[in-house]
């Protein structure tokens, strides 16, 4: 596959770039659900009426890929729930009536962290997943027997909108300073470079004040187009290196984390607090006061818009940024650990625009960071064709949404994809004779 990294260029809509993130007032009740990552869900070990506080474990990780689920408030378990993701799986939740107090769990501690095997101990349990992606659990990237050659740092915050990784690059330089000093001494990492687009010259600037207090950090400033911030586009335009297709970032000597995966290392590590928060920015043409807001993961979508005020009618809400997030099906739904911003949008911002023939342009494929041809995958795809699908690409799609974007005759592209690579999940089994 050819590797063409054209990407498009968005407008930013970055309205929040400098406001500090605020706390939320405590809420009346949380929802955490139990699966929050790429993996087995955790097992729940708290049950009605038990006490919890901030930071108290709810649920264990399950076996193999997994990730602990911590209390974000202190109060009282109210029940374990059935919830329905926005992703149309389901999972348990617990439910916990808030006391309003936020009482922080009076057994946590820094943790020990002497060698190698400590520090993936550590990272195993300090909840923390993938804050800017999919949720892949932290501590798994890095129990590896390869040898890290370069810890990439994504910076990029490519999608309109949202700041949160800007506001951790602007607030949070201690933090990420001595996580990143703490995993190049135990996984013996030889390079750490952070990659940010260069529409944010506040947060390059103060990581460049960070990276001259370190040793073996570079900054690598990127020009601002989209998906930038795409694992294999990052790796390939910060270290030169490419990711073969359907291999992680390892193969090439590669770990790659978001800025605010780093900062939630260091805290852990200063502090025992494992991941109970995010800053989430609140955005849309629907909100009154778009701010970057510090949310206790479990806190439900509607309370966190009602503090942002609603200035018109909300005809749609996003986890996410316009291009690559998830369109929230009710606002009963949870802040969840990768959720980095909530985007509510008026009827006449979310229209839908009217869908015309194919003119065979070649835009999409021409935009496209891996040159992919979604009419193929199209093609293939209602032919039931699963090697034309492969062929085309269809796996190796990252559903960045850029072929739909510049589609003259406005084809959704990429939920196409979407349904390719659903069907090919569900390929029938060949007989063998
Ligand atoms: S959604 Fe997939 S096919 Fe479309 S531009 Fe992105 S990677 Fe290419
Ligand atoms: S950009 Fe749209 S109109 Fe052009 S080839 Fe692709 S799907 Fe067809």
């Given at each position: 596959m050819a590797f063409y990294l054209k990407g498009v260029k968005l407008p930013h809509r970055k309205n929040t770039a400098n406001s500090p993130a605020v706390e939320l007032p405590p809420v009346r009740q949380v929802t955490i659900p139990t699966s929050m990552h790429i993996g087995a869900p955790a097992k729940i070990v708290v049950k009605k009426g038990d006490q919890v506080f901030v930071g108290s474990l709810i649920a264990e990780a399950g076996a193999g890929l997994s990730s602990p689920v911590y209390s974000s408030v202190s109060g009282t378990v109210n029940s374990v729930a059935e919830l329905l993701l926005s992703n149309g799986s389901t999972c348990e939740a617990v439910v916990i009536d808030s006391d309003g107090q936020m009482t922080l769990d009076s057994e946590i501690v820094p943790p020990q962290v002497n060698s190698k095997e400590d520090l993936i101990d550590a990272l195993s349990k300090s909840g923390i997943v993938g804050l800017g992606g999919a949720g892949f659990p932290t501590a798994v990237k890095f129990k590896t027997d390869k040898q890290i050659e370069e810890l990439v740092i994504n910076g990029a915050e490519c999608e309109p909108y949202i700041t949160s990784d800007t506001v951790t690059m602007l607030t949070k330089a201690d933090l990420m300073k001595d996580a990143i000093e703490?995993?190049?001494?135990?996984?013996?990492?030889?390079?750490?470079?952070?990659?940010?687009?260069?529409?944010?010259p506040e947060a390059i600037a103060n990581?460049?004040?960070?990276?001259?207090?370190?040793?073996?950090?570079?900054?690598?400033?990127?020009?601002?187009?989209?998906?930038?911030?795409?694992?294999?586009?990052?790796?390939?335009?910060?270290?030169?290196?490419?990711?073969?297709?359907?291999?992680?970032?390892?193969?090439?000597?590669?770990?790659?984390?978001?800025?605010?995966?780093?900062?939630?290392?260091?805290?852990?590590?200063?502090?025992?607090?494992?991941?109970?928060?995010?800053?989430?920015?609140?955005?849309?043409?629907?909100?009154?006061?778009?701010?970057?807001?510090?949310?206790?993961?479990?806190?439900?979508?509607?309370?966190?818009?009602?503090?942002?005020?609603?200035?018109?009618?909300?005809?749609?809400?996003?986890?996410?940024?316009?291009?690559?997030?998830?369109?929230?099906?009710?606002?009963?739904?949870?802040?969840?650990?990768?959720?980095?911003?909530?985007?509510?949008?008026?009827?006449?911002?979310?229209?839908?625009?009217?869908?015309?023939a194919c003119i065979r342009c070649g835009a999409c494929t021409n935009h496209c960071p891996f040159g992919i041809s979604p009419v193929a995958i199209l093609k293939s795809y209602k032919a039931n064709d699963y090697e034309g699908m492969k062929k085309a690409g269809a796996l190796l799609c990252m559903e960045c949404g850029c072929c739909s974007f510049v589609c003259p005759a406005k084809i959704p592209n990429v939920q196409n994809n979407k349904l390719a690579k659903l069907s090919l999940r569900n390929e029938p089994k060949k007989e063998v004779k």
């Open positions: 703490t995993l190049v001494k135990y996984f013996g990492i030889k390079k750490v470079i952070i990659g940010i687009e260069k529409n944010k990581m460049q004040k960070m990276s001259s207090e370190t040793s073996n950090v570079e900054i690598k400033v990127l020009p601002s187009v989209y998906p930038q911030g795409g694992e294999k586009v990052l790796v390939y335009h910060t270290t030169g290196k490419i990711i073969p297709e359907g291999a992680l970032p390892i193969e090439v000597g590669c770990v790659v984390c978001n800025c605010t995966t780093i900062a939630e290392i260091g805290k852990y590590l200063k502090t025992g607090i494992p991941l109970v928060s995010k800053v989430v920015t609140v955005d849309g043409d629907a909100i009154a006061n778009p701010k970057n807001v510090i949310v206790p993961i479990g806190t439900l979508i509607k309370d966190v818009i009602e503090f942002c005020g609603i200035k018109s009618e909300i005809a749609k809400v996003l986890y996410g940024g316009p291009m690559m997030g998830i369109s929230v099906t009710d606002l009963d739904k949870p802040v969840i650990k990768n959720t980095n911003a909530l985007l509510a949008f008026t009827k006449a911002e979310a229209k839908v625009p009217k869908t015309t």
